[in-house]
Nanobody
Framework: QVQLVQSGGGLAQPGGSLRLSCAAS????????MGWYRQAPGKQRELVAD???????NYADSVKGRFTISRDNAKNTVDLQMSSLKPEDTAVYYC?????????????????WGQGTQVTISS
């Protein structure tokens, strides 16, 4: 099993900045892509940004130029630096990773999710 534990986020005013962090732990064999999703009330969960094992990044059009995703392969962490925040960024943010790990003695590849972190942008 692989666990993703999130930290950071919280409250910020429009134009402010917040940082999200996510640490993977457990019986990890390999972590492939890592990313961040968000879900606002009444909306589907959407990809915010992801980063591959090769360092290639993808961003939703709505956050390009404002958010930066990064990862530290040695620490098995992924961060999301959020700047120039807008009220429409308000959502629960979820860390996600495609990983191969051990569960009950078996090698398994799956997609794993963090517990979710509230980000609220309001004046």
């Amino acid at each position: 099993q692989v666990q993703l534990v999130q930290s950071g986020g919280g409250l910020a005013q429009p134009g402010g900045s917040l940082r999200l962090s996510c640490a993977a732990s457990g019986n990890i064999i390999k972590i492939n892509d890592m990313g961040w999703y968000r879900q606002a009330p009444g909306k589907q969960r959407e990809l915010v940004a992801d980063i591959g094992s090769d360092g290639n990044t993808n961003y939703a059009d709505s956050v390009k130029g404002r958010f930066t995703i990064s990862r530290d392969n040695a620490k098995n962490t992924v961060d999301l630096q959020m700047s120039s925040l807008k009220p429409e960024d308000t959502a629960v943010y979820y860390c996600n990773a495609g990983a191969i790990g051990l569960q009950f003695g078996k090698v398994r590849g799956s997609r794993y999710w963090g517990q979710g972190t509230q980000v609220t942008i309001s004046s």
